[in-house]
């Protein structure tokens, strides 16, 4: 099992819909999750944060956390052709609290929106 | 205010060679980690320094080393390269304040693209 999988898309939504990406990880002891969003020969850019069981909310975004299922996902509202992009789950994966600075990412979810 | 910064931006060396990739985290920033991506999966870890000590080490063998200025910029050192180093190297910063929330979201700089031939 991988430590940290995403839903393996391609993702196709219309102009306007909402996109939803998913992602599950494998320690439970996992404490922090990042959604970044990578264009294409780009580097990542961090658009959401969440270490709190729930919905974080900000603009289109919402993150939403489920550490019983060990389950975090993106929701982007209105998804606009710009928003055509790689989105990459990390987690940090709490190895007994000493690399606290290390990120695993998942594969990546290629999202597409059309006009 | 100036985000992550690295360079070279891209470089080409051939097998054997080392190479030394430098980045400068955002201001006020004292934790760098550096990624390696190959194309299509997500970045890596390889280290993260804070505070001018290695704090975490990923899979990556010998040949790869790192170290944290004063300043908190750093360096990446690759020797003996082999064909299966070419990616896209990230630098990335955060506050990383300590403790399980010493985990602050990281900010990635627009990477170095290193190609072996």
């Known amino acids: 099992q991988k430590e940290v999988e995403q839903n393996s898309g391609p993702l196709s939504v219309p102009e306007g819909a909402i996109a939803s990406l998913n992602c599950t990880y494998s320690?439970?002891?996992?404490?922090?999750f990042f959604w970044y969003r990578q264009y294409s020969g780009k580097s990542p850019e961090l658009i959401m944060f969440i270490y709190s069981n729930g919905d974080k909310e900000d603009g289109r975004f919402t993150a939403q956390l489920n550490k019983a299922s060990q389950y975090v996902s993106l929701l982007i509202r209105d998804s606009q052709p710009s928003d055509s992009a790689t989105y990459l789950c990390a987690v940090n994966i709490a190895a007994g609290g000493t690399s606290y600075g290390k990120l695993t990412f998942g594969q990546g979810t290629i999202l597409t929106v059309h006009p | 205010d100036a985000g992550v910064t690295q360079s070279p931006t891209h470089l080409i060396k051939t097998r054997g060679q080392q190479v030394t990739l430098r980045c400068s985290p955002i201001s006020g920033h004292k934790s760098v980690s550096w990624y390696q991506q190959v194309l299509g999966q997500g970045p890596q870890f390889i280290f993260q320094?804070?505070?001018?000590?290695?704090?975490g080490r990923g899979n990556f063998p010998d040949r790869f080393s790192a170290r944290q200025f004063p300043n908190y910029s750093s360096e990446l050192n690759v020797n003996a390269l082999l064909l299966g180093d070419s990616a896209l190297y990230l630098c990335?910063?955060?506050?990383?304040?300590?403790?399980?929330?010493?985990?602050?979201?990281?900010?990635f700089g627009d990477g170095t693209r290193l190609s072996i031939l």
């Open positions: 990335a910063s955060s506050l990383g304040t300590g403790g399980w929330r010493g985990n602050q979201p990281q900010h």
């Open positions: 320690d439970r002891g996992s404490q922090s």
């Open positions: 320094y804070y505070e001018k000590e290695e704090r």
